[in-house]
């Protein structure tokens, strides 16, 4: 009933075309660019479940990594969206679309490794903004649908600017420096790590960097989108 009302006042229109009934309708969502390989995070060649190569590898890095679509033309509208518009029913819709999210390499991942998974935080003044984290909302669909333990082991130190409107990645990596810190008791052995989506890669980096550090032996991580 609530949502009915909700409907009625507030009724959804699709981000890309207008047609009203959904924030993402199934035509736009055709149009929607997806990752059709999985890749080594390092070198962009292909890679069995998204796992860097061991010739890749980095003893404070990344250790496998999968994501959903391209950050190009309409997704980048729908995020936009989603992130900076507060529309929270907005990312909801794009995580219930037909489309696969790689739950079946999830699934192996958690075979083979036994992990928990975390979303990357945002600082509280960003928090308050937004009124949400659209990483923890993505966390919480692979939570559920891999039956994966979740934890909040990671906490924002500092108030970083937007990262994507900065295109020098080596200044990119000095921002987010020190970004976070690890916190809890308990260190898992492997550790996914959940972003709505990965460009340059520093914040993600700078995460597995921060968790093996502290101990954690394996980083994965996915992201809905990557550029």
Not at 74 to 100: C, D, N, P, R
Request: net charge positive.
């Amino acid at each position: 009933m609530r949502n009915s009302l909700l409907e009625l006042f507030f009724p959804r229109f699709c981000i890309g075309c207008g047609y009203l009934g959904s924030y993402v309708c199934g035509s736009c969502e055709k149009r929607l660019k997806k990752v059709e390989k999985n890749t080594c995070f390092y070198c962009g060649k292909s890679s069995l479940f998204g796992l860097t190569h061991p010739g890749c590898r980095h003893r404070d890095g990344i250790d496998g990594y999968l994501s959903v679509y391209l950050y190009t033309g309409l997704f980048k509208k729908i995020l936009h969206e989603s992130k900076y518009k507060g529309a929270f029913a907005v990312l909801e819709t794009l995580l219930s679309l037909s489309g696969q999210y790689r739950y079946e390499e999830v699934e192996i991942w958690k075979r083979l490794f036994n992990p928990c998974i975390t979303p990357v935080p945002l600082n509280a003044e960003r928090m308050r903004q937004r009124g949400f984290n659209q990483s923890e909302i993505i966390m919480e669909k692979y939570s559920i649908i891999n039956n994966l333990e979740k934890t909040y082991c990671l906490s924002r130190t500092n108030n970083t600017p937007h990262l994507a409107h900065i295109k020098d990645r080596a200044i990119r990596r000095r921002i987010i420096e020190g970004a976070f810190a690890y916190r809890g008791d308990t260190v898992p052995q492997t550790i996914i790590v959940v972003d709505d989506v990965i460009t340059s890669g520093s914040t993600i980096l700078e995460c597995a960097k921060t968790l093996k550090k502290k101990g954690v032996q394996t980083v994965l991580t996915i992201s809905l989108a990557k550029g």
